[in-house]
């Protein structure tokens, strides 16, 4: 059950929430009846309005909903440890080094007559990314723990605090980031690497646009992590980036709002979000919830609602 949100030292919330009709402002667009705005303002953190988030009753001041100042916050930001920063920062260099490399071997095979190809490897290319943002992110909400050796602490904390403390993100840098992200791709780039130096060039034209497929859909799912720290970032976001999120491109800031309504069981796609919309039409991740739950008995979602539950 929806918690109501108590009244906002922010008059654009508390003129939105009285306003009659409010549901009419999403509902014309692609993104109802998914969640409405009056649902959003309500029950997500209001990233866009820092007044929104400041704590206007006592209560509120010692159990926030969320934010930096929230305990389960706090204690999964502490987890991050040097071990980690490592493994993100040589993950990030090896990557680098990997997409360039293969780019300049792509630029050098390739044809006047790829080009049609290359558009259409690039278009599968973010689909696919997009669809695996989504299915990555929706397993690492929805199952597992903190507690888990290895994958909890490294690999399923940042997603716990981020409900929690959705702007976290944007006070990561580049390496914290995209770290794990950047890991993802190594070693479909490196097999690249290999064919290209070691397959003769009749052999490298069979595979070209496969490979041109492989490293497009590197790249994105390389940089989903950042499209999806722009989609958090309100402030200072450069003029190029705003205009891919408008023009729906990349996540938009608005979209990816929806995902941030408690319980955090929707949207899950973040390098596009295209196909958020007919996947929840399609109750595509419900039923695979309710398949696992079936037979694990495992409830969707359980360890993040303890960490959000933190006082």
Not at 214 to 225: P, Q
Request: glycine residues 4%; negative net charge; charged residues 20%.
């Amino acid at each position: 059950m929806a918690l109501p949100i108590p009244i906002s030292c922010s008059k654009r919330v508390n003129e939105a929430l009285s306003t009659t009709g409010i549901e009419n402002s999403v509902a014309s667009t692609i993104l109802a009846p998914v969640k409405t705005e009056k649902d959003i303002l309500e029950n997500s953190m209001l990233e866009d309005d820092p007044n929104a988030n400041c704590a206007v009753t006592q209560e509120e001041k010692e159990r926030p909903r969320w934010g930096p100042q929230h305990k389960g916050a706090q204690e999964l930001a502490n987890l991050y440890s040097a071990g980690k920063r490592t493994q993100e920062y040589i993950c990030v260099w090896i990557c680098i080094s990997l997409m360039v490399t293969n780019f300049l071997f792509i630029l050098y095979h390739m044809k006047l007559e790829n080009l049609s190809t290359i558009l259409l490897a690039a278009l599968a290319g973010i689909i696919t990314a997009d669809f695996a943002s989504g299915f990555v992110h929706w397993g690492a909400d929805t199952w597992g723990s903190v507690d888990l050796p290895i994958i909890g602490k490294n690999f399923l904390r940042p997603f716990r605090e981020h409900h929690i403390d959705p702007t976290s993100i944007t006070r990561h840098d580049f390496i914290e980031t995209n770290g794990d992200n950047f890991m993802i791709p190594i070693p479909f780039l490196s097999w690249m690497l290999y064919e290209f130096i070691t397959l003769p060039e009749e052999d490298v034209q069979l595979k070209f646009n496969r490979n041109c497929y492989v490293f497009l859909l590197s790249l994105f799912v390389a940089m989903t992590n950042q499209i999806h720290k722009w989609s958090h970032t309100y402030f200072g976001l450069p003029t190029w980036v705003m205009w891919l999120q408008e023009c729906h491109i990349i996540l938009p800031r608005k979209h990816h709002r929806i995902h941030h309504v408690a319980p955090h069981e929707t949207y899950f796609c973040m390098t596009t979000g295209w196909l958020n919309w007919p996947l929840e039409k399609l109750h595509f991740w419900s039923t695979l919830e309710n398949i696992i739950e079936l037979i694990s008995g495992c409830k969707p979602r359980a360890d993040d609602m303890k960490w959000s539950k933190k006082t």
